[in-house]
């Protein structure tokens, strides 16, 4: 009778299959059975429910479709995974519903969904019925091409964004919030000028709490309501590729909020957490570590990143505090955590788990990229899961961008004593694929916004940032900026207030927006920029070691060894006008990029725009050519 019962199970059922799938970890679109479903049973049409507690003693679906009565829609258990399911007919888009969870101790629980694929606007905590089966897609064009992409021989300059506070409307509602149609209309003409090849959204799968920036989710699956419905988030994807943007999306594998209506103990007990909290609990954050030995859950957040890369279109995952995964220690003092079988601090449970997920994700979408934020020197984050590596397409380059914020914090008299900080991360460069990021997390928590940390008053501080980031376009590895940086956003960044754009009207920000484009379209536009980029054969030194002057040059090669580019970088406020550069041939340097221009806030003095090199030592190079070199001065030089 049972075989018969099963035999009988509709296409949106839970099946045999579904269950055995997912208690093997390996159900990748676990979300088009599990959640809520628009169905039609027979001739009824409704919602199928479907949420996984495995040791709930009983569970029913409330929404406002029964006033929210526990007795109205009782689910059933289905074994062996304890995935409980009802059909509930009327039910139609936009209802509100939870799930309600009777506890082993008899206790109840009103849990959201965590396959919800949208929820109501805070503070409300319902999840809310939709229909995310048929998005309006044009951008076939986009994704063909993606399949072929290559991230290593390709330009990567990343603006990082959170949507709720990069522009808001004057006075409409509490919050001004622009939509997501909003936002891709204005982000995308606003990074096409300045030259952008991606955008990286912070927060956007549903949270509720605005001060953790999307840090602390609650649902996985749905795009946050504050900024509108699954479809326009489906259309600003959309807009994004059809202007040639990609779109790279941060997610939060690490830790989930202890809400009431969250994941934490969802069914009365720790059902995607780990059980012992020494291994369960970041006592830093006050969050839940999710439990990665348990296959359900490997699924559940290997399921979601398929979701968002396959349903959504989205072209890459920033895996959010990775390092915390990894070490068990994390932010833990002794007796605060547990030690792997073998005596050690690292994490076995959560490295299978990046190398089952980077493998599968990376396996399924040809060209779409899963960078690692990793703040420590863990071996082989970007190499294969078969090389032993964990298997990301990139990782922060976090080491990079200490010795450089705390190089260009100095008084440029200080600053020969530690040239090196700017050279050492050449030393490394190609031990991982990095991306250069100068984050949000740069501008927050009285750490001063990119322009206040510079030396020095009005002047010198745009000065030294625009010498700043030449040098970091200049560096191997790809690039990322956070909103506000390019114009030298003065406040830091706050989620509860728009940026700063009227600094825009004052010329010294002007100025530095005018520079960071330049920078940004010769990024894009010269291969020998990002072509071997990770690779050492792109990079050279000319002088590394020029430290009492304070002053950097070197080349970036192209595959082809043509249109290299010569890069010379001034940290001081002295003029150097006797300046001389090594070079290796005897040959015309063209100037392509002067810093002293008028346009950048310079002096705008005349000069030669080619550069004849002659015969005579310098830089341990046979030939060189000299270049009045200006306080703080860049110069670009293509051959």
């Not at 979701?307 to 990775?322: I, K, S």
């Not at 920029?529 to 020029?546: H, I, K, Q, R, T």
Request: proline share 4%.
């Amino acid at each position: 009778m049972e075989s018969e019962h099963m035999a009988r199970k509709k296409a949106y059922e839970i099946g045999e299959l579904d269950q055995y799938l997912f208690g093997q970890g390996t159900h990748y679109e676990i979300y088009k059975k599990l959640g809520a479903h628009l169905v039609k049973d027979g001739k009824k049409e409704g919602v199928y429910f479907a949420v996984w507690a495995p040791n709930a003693k009983t569970v029913s679906v409330v929404g406002d479709f029964n006033e929210w009565d526990v007795t109205a829609n009782p689910m059933q258990r289905e074994e062996p995974v304890g995935i409980y399911t009802c059909f509930v007919p009327g039910v139609k888009k936009d209802a509100l519903y939870k799930f309600c969870i009777e506890t082993q101790k008899g206790e109840y629980l009103f849990k959201a969904d965590p396959f919800a694929n949208y929820a109501e606007l805070r503070p409300g905590t319902a999840s809310k019925v939709t229909d995310i089966g048929n998005l309006k897609w044009t951008d076939k064009t986009w994704m063909e091409k993606r399949e072929t992409w290559r991230h290593t021989e390709s330009p990567m300059s990343i603006y990082e964004a959170h949507i709720g506070s990069w522009k808001r409307h004057p006075g409409q509602d509490e919050d001004g919030f622009y939509t997501y149609r909003e936002f891709a209309h204005e982000a995308t003409a606003y990074m096409k000028e300045m030259g952008y090849t991606h955008i990286e959204l912070m927060g956007i799968a549903e949270y509720p709490f605005d001060g953790s920036w999307g840090y602390q989710v609650t649902g996985y699956y749905a795009p946050t309501s504050r900024y509108g419905t699954p479809q326009d988030f489906a259309y600003m994807i959309n807009y994004f590729h059809r202007n040639k943007i990609g779109v790279i999306l941060d997610w939060v594998p690490a830790h989930f909020p202890r809400d009431a209506h969250g994941l934490a103990d969802f069914d009365g007990t720790p059902t995607f957490e780990y059980a012992d909290t020494r291994k369960g609990e970041h006592p830093d954050w006050g969050t839940k570590i999710f439990d990665y030995s348990k296959k359900e859950v490997q699924n559940f957040l290997i399921g979601n990143a398929l979701f968002w890369m396959e349903h959504y279109h989205v072209d890459g995952l920033r895996v959010d505090a990775v390092a915390s995964m990894l070490y068990l220690d994390y932010g833990k003092q002794d007796g605060q955590w547990v030690a792997n079988k073998y005596g050690g601090n690292q994490n076995l449970e959560a490295i299978e788990f990046f190398k089952h997920l980077n493998s599968v994700v990376l396996g399924r979408n040809k060209g779409a990229v899963m960078i690692a934020e990793e703040s420590t020197a863990w071996p082989k984050v970007t190499d294969k899961p078969e090389n032993d590596g964990l298997g990301f397409s990139m990782k922060w380059n976090m080491g990079w961008m200490h010795d450089f914020t705390e190089y260009m914090k100095l008084d440029p008299y200080f600053r020969k004593g530690c040239h090196n900080q700017m050279t050492f991360a050449s030393s490394y460069a190609y031990s991982e694929k990095y991306i250069l990021v100068l984050s949000h997390d740069e501008v927050v928590h009285l750490k001063c916004s990119m322009i206040n940390k510079m030396p020095g008053l009005g002047f010198d501080k745009f000065a030294n940032l625009k010498a700043g980031y030449a040098f970091m376009m200049g560096h191997p590895g790809k690039k990322l900026l956070f909103m506000g940086q390019d114009f030298a956003q003065l406040r830091e960044w706050s989620e509860a207030r728009e940026l700063d754009w009227y600094l825009l009207g004052e010329e010294y920000h002007q100025y530095l927006q005018n520079f960071t484009k330049d920078l940004l379209h010769l990024y894009k536009k010269n291969k020998a920029m990002y072509e071997l980029d990770s690779v050492p054969a792109g990079f050279e030194w000319v002088n590394a070691d020029d430290g009492d002057r304070s002053i950097f040059s070197f080349i970036r090669h192209s595959e082809e060894n043509k249109k290299n580019l010569l890069f010379v970088c001034n940290f001081t406020p002295m003029a150097r006008d006797d300046y001389r550069v090594g070079v290796p041939r005897r040959k015309q340097y063209k100037l392509i990029l002067n810093s002293d221009e008028k346009k950048y806030g310079g002096k705008g003095e005349e000069r030669p725009l080619v550069y004849k090199a002659v015969k005579g030592e310098c830089d341990g190079r046979p030939f060189s050519f000299a270049y009045k070199l200006p306080p703080y001065g860049v110069a670009v030089f293509e051959f």
